[in-house]
């Protein structure tokens, strides 16, 4: 067994502390890496902090971290496509079943055994917990190992490896290009990402945000407009606009008026995990509009992601900390003190 060490909640609500433990000796297609940056996602102040009726015992002690960029340390016999030093990334899927329908299209993070995550999951061989990025190592099979571009600065890279690929699927299902008006619901580590992208991708980009606060900072980021959504009237003006709205917003909200400011036939994509969807009917049925859902994504859509950013100079907008804040950085997280996501440096 390979002795790391890493940043670890022994159970539900305790803070992260220091934490030795064993990572598996290297099967024939693994590929260990250095970990130097990692992002902290929302999801791991979900999982390390779950609210009452949420907790999962089961998967603690628990090494949060599944936005991971560093370098190849060692590689397994059978490994073919890297070699000791090479830039590299990992997301939040780390294997799937290969066999079931999507898997063999490509879309392993939909697979219908569900995919193993690259922490708090189950290693599909031997049972054991993934333990995740927040580590000075890991090792993962080289298939679900991501080439990081050239040029590509790993602290802005590494939360592309979730809220990149999240908002990346969608705007590229929906073939968002030059010509298109597009919506981007929220500007959280999501949403700011969404801008870069779609407006990378040529369409005209539009914010949308319930302050007036962030309007200058949508435009910053690449907008080309700015609607305040709780202002009624500028909603209103919004009807029939756009080719394809994303909504990244991780709470319940009224969708009525965004699906109608989309055109007839056109879609809104959902990311934000809600208990629940609000919106009224008819505006669905209105125009033949359809309200779809999205989540993360496979080995060919993470690759071609990657290549895209480093082809336009996309990256997330990070606020770097040495990994011993881990718990500051949770704190802030949580008070939404963030602009607009944060990444831990290991190598402090």
């Not at 066999?99 to 995919?115: H, I, K, M, W």
């Not at 990149?164 to 990402?193: A, D, M, N, Y």
């Not at 990244?248 to 056109?266: E, F, G, Q």
């Not at 359809?290 to 480093?310: K, N, P, Q, V, Y």
């Amino acid at each position: 067994m390979r002795t790391v060490n890493g940043w670890a909640a022994q159970a539900p609500g305790s803070a992260l502390a220091p934490w030795r433990f064993e990572r598996r000796e290297l099967r024939p297609t693994d590929v260990a890496l250095r970990v130097t940056h990692v992002g902290v996602c929302f999801t791991d102040l979900e999982h390390v902090r779950p609210e009452p009726g949420h907790e999962r015992p089961d998967i603690f002690p628990l090494v949060p971290g599944h936005e991971i960029a560093g370098e190849v340390v060692a590689v397994g016999t059978a490994v073919t496509g890297f070699r000791v030093g090479d830039p590299v990334c990992v997301g939040n899927i780390v294997d799937s079943c290969g066999v079931c329908e999507a898997c063999r299209n490509g879309d392993q993070e939909f697979c219908a055994e569900f995919p193993t995550l690259t922490y708090g999951g189950r290693d599909r061989r031997d049972g054991s917990l993934t333990q995740g990025g927040f580590s000075d190592e890991y090792v993962a099979d080289q298939a679900f190992v991501y080439r990081r571009p050239e040029g590509l600065d790993p602290a802005g890279t590494a939360p592309l490896m979730c809220a990149g690929i999240t908002t990346w699927v969608p705007l590229r299902r929906w073939e968002v290009g030059p010509g298109q008006t597009v919506g981007i619901i929220g500007l959280g580590g999501l949403g700011h990402v969404a801008v870069k992208l779609a407006k990378a991708l040529g369409a005209e980009v539009v914010g949308f945000t319930t302050s007036p606060d962030k309007a200058k900072d949508m435009l910053e980021l690449g907008a080309h407009d700015v609607v305040v959504s709780t202002d009624a009237e500028a909603m209103a003006g919004q009807r029939g606009r756009f080719d394809f709205i994303l909504d990244t917003v991780p709470r319940v909200h009224d969708l009525s008026p965004y699906l109608t400011a989309l055109r007839y036939d056109r879609t809104l994509c959902t990311l934000g995990i809600v208990p629940e969807l609000s919106f009224t009917p008819q505006t669905l049925r209105f125009g033949r509009k359809r309200l779809a859902g999205a989540g993360s994504g496979g080995i060919t859509d993470t690759r071609e992601m990657l290549d895209f950013c480093a082809a336009h100079d996309v990256t997330a907008t990070v606020e770097v900390l040495p990994v011993a804040e881990v718990n500051t950085a949770l704190d802030r997280l949580a008070a939404g003190d963030v602009k607009y996501r944060f990444v831990l440096d290991l190598t402090s």
